[in-house]
């Protein structure tokens, strides 16, 4: 059965499947990434992980992978197959699609792991069938996925999508990535968590903890919610602005909460709009799976391009 290898990397940990054409999930394996043994550790189980899913592959299906799609974390140079930089896995400039080539003997598509689960979200999970769509992910940081006629936008330079760094306080808390302000430092999963566990006294509360004394009207909560809700509706009004989605996709851990985050957002979007259009705001609907099927997607993405290319005269 014709099949592509689709592997989805964490900071701790990789989820990988063997994708059927029409996108069904033919066998799923995990694997830890390695990271306390350095970033080449990782890139060499990533490798070998890969190897041993197409040995499974052809051993299972009586034909190897025809490709492989590969999501990381970090910045990614899409275009030249490049993992840039990651902070959480340590590694610089790894030319990860050579090296999955090479050893695999198929082409490989290489993808940011936003924008990937986007993909997925948006072709076959909470935005199917639109024609523009925005993935957000609140989650240790906020990035996103812009998406346009059933793809994902990179950018020139593979940063589109970095909502998280929209400056929404001017001035206010430094972010890592150098400025003030960040909508990351306010509405991220993290950032709640953060201020939560100051604003109750509780070490180590985190969001969903949050979430839940906001549903039982803990007044301390709500503010710290709000101020994130409203953080958050900012970020995406400017976001809306530039983009004009027709769906609007929130996922991440933040979203775990549901009614608790969508019916404030929602009105907090909807005060804030003026001559925009408001779109439809739905959560994602393929949780962890997402950056897997996006990887799967990839690939399948990547073979038809191929197969296009062969038969042109």
Same mark, same amino acid.
């Given at each position: 059965?014709?099949?592509?290898?689709?592997?989805?990397? =964490?900071?701790?940990?990789?989820?990988?499947?063997?994708?059927?054409?029409?996108?069904?999930?033919?066998?799923?394996?995990?694997?830890? $990434? =390695? %990271?306390?043994?350095?970033?080449?550790?990782?890139?060499?189980?990533?490798?070998?992980?890969?190897?041993?899913?197409?040995?499974?592959?052809?051993?299972?299906?009586?034909?190897?992978?025809?490709?492989?799609? &590969?999501?990381?974390?970090?910045? &990614?140079?899409?275009? *030249?197959?490049?993992?840039?930089?990651?902070?959480?896995?340590?590694?610089?400039?790894?030319?990860?699609?050579?090296?999955? $080539?090479? *050893?695999?003997?198929?082409?490989?598509?290489?993808?940011?792991?936003?924008?990937?689960?986007?993909?997925?979200?948006?072709?076959?999970?909470?935005?199917?069938?639109?024609?523009?769509?925005?993935? &957000?992910?609140?989650?240790?940081?906020?990035?996103?996925?812009? =998406?346009?006629?059933?793809?994902?936008?990179?950018?020139?330079?593979?940063?589109?999508?970095?909502?998280?760094?929209?400056?929404?306080?001017?001035?206010?808390?430094?972010?890592?990535?150098?400025? %003030?302000?960040?909508?990351?430092?306010?509405?991220?999963?993290?950032?709640?968590?953060?201020?939560?566990?100051?604003?109750?006294?509780?070490?180590?509360?985190?969001?969903?903890d949050c979430a839940k004394a906001v549903d039982a009207g803990d007044p301390r909560a709500?503010?710290?919610?709000?101020?994130?809700?409203?953080?958050?509706?900012?970020?995406?009004?400017?976001?809306? $602005?530039?983009?004009?989605? *027709?769906?609007?996709?929130?996922?991440?851990?933040?979203?775990?909460? =549901?009614?608790t985050l969508f019916t404030p957002l929602r009105e907090a979007i909807r005060s804030r709009?003026?001559?925009?259009?408001?779109?439809?705001?739905?959560?994602?609907?393929?949780?962890?799976?997402?950056?897997?099927?996006?990887?799967?997607?990839?690939?399948?993405?990547?073979?038809?391009?191929?197969?296009? $290319?062969e038969v042109t005269p």
């Amino acid at each position: 059965m014709r099949h592509v290898i689709a592997l989805d990397v =964490g900071g701790t940990g990789m989820k990988a499947a063997l994708a059927g054409p029409g996108g069904e999930v033919l066998h799923r394996a995990r694997r830890a $990434t =390695g %990271r306390a043994h350095g970033p080449d550790a990782v890139v060499a189980a990533i490798v070998d992980f890969a190897a041993e899913l197409h040995a499974y592959g052809t051993e299972q299906f009586g034909t190897p992978a025809s490709a492989a799609g &590969v999501a990381v974390p970090g910045i &990614v140079d899409e275009a *030249r197959g490049v993992a840039a930089y990651a902070a959480n896995l340590g590694w610089r400039d790894v030319p990860l699609r050579d090296l999955l $080539t090479e *050893r695999l003997g198929v082409p490989v598509a290489l993808g940011h792991d936003v924008r990937t689960g986007g993909l997925a979200e948006g072709r076959v999970g909470a935005g199917r069938g639109a024609d523009r769509f925005l993935f &957000v992910a609140l989650g240790t940081g906020i990035a996103g996925a812009i =998406g346009v006629d059933g793809r994902v936008e990179a950018g020139a330079h593979g940063f589109a999508g970095e909502i998280g760094h929209v400056v929404v306080r001017p001035g206010g808390a430094p972010c890592p990535c150098g400025q %003030r302000g960040c909508l990351e430092r306010f509405a991220s999963a993290a950032a709640v968590s953060e201020t939560w566990a100051a604003a109750s006294g509780t070490p180590g509360a985190d969001a969903a903890d949050c979430a839940k004394a906001v549903d039982a009207g803990d007044p301390r909560a709500c503010a710290v919610w709000q101020e994130a809700v409203d953080a958050l509706a900012d970020g995406l009004v400017t976001a809306l $602005t530039l983009l004009d989605p *027709r769906v609007l996709i929130v996922g991440g851990g933040l979203a775990e909460a =549901g009614d608790t985050l969508f019916t404030p957002l929602r009105e907090a979007i909807r005060s804030r709009i003026t001559f925009q259009k408001e779109p439809s705001i739905v959560p994602a609907a393929l949780g962890d799976a997402a950056g897997c099927l996006g990887a799967g997607l990839l690939a399948w993405d990547l073979l038809d391009r191929t197969d296009r $290319t062969e038969v042109t005269p």
